[in-house]
C-alpha cells in the first residue's frame, strides 16, 4: 500500500517535515536530492520555488513543478522519524 501524506510543513535547509495518514511522521533532508539530480538543482537557483510545494490530490506525491516531485513511499522510507 503507498502511503499517504496527511500534512507537510517546509522548513530551513531543505528540509521537509511530513506526517502520513498512519501517524508516522519524518523529516526528509532534500538537500540528498539536490546535490544528486539535475531537475532538484533548480531549488536552489529558481527564487521563490522551494516554498511552493504542494500536495498532489492522491496525497502520495510532493511537488514543485511537471519535472520536480517526491514520492511519498520514498519520503516515508528514506525520511528520519521524529
Request: proline fraction near 5%; charged fraction near 30%.
Amino acid at each position: 500500500m503507498i502511503p499517504r501524506i496527511k500534512q507537510f510543513e517546509i522548513s530551513d535547509n531543505w528540509k521537509l517535515l511530513v506526517t502520513f495518514d498512519d501517524g508516522f511522521q519524518v523529516c526528509y533532508d532534500v538537500k540528498d536530492d539536490i546535490d544528486t539530480l539535475e531537475e532538484f538543482k533548480s531549488l536552489t537557483t529558481e527564487i521563490g520555488l522551494w516554498p511552493m510545494a504542494q500536495l498532489d490530490t492522491s496525497r502520495t506525491c510532493i511537488y514543485w513543478s511537471d519535472r520536480i516531485d517526491l514520492p511519498s513511499d520514498t519520503i516515508y522510507e528514506y525520511g528520519v522519524p521524529i
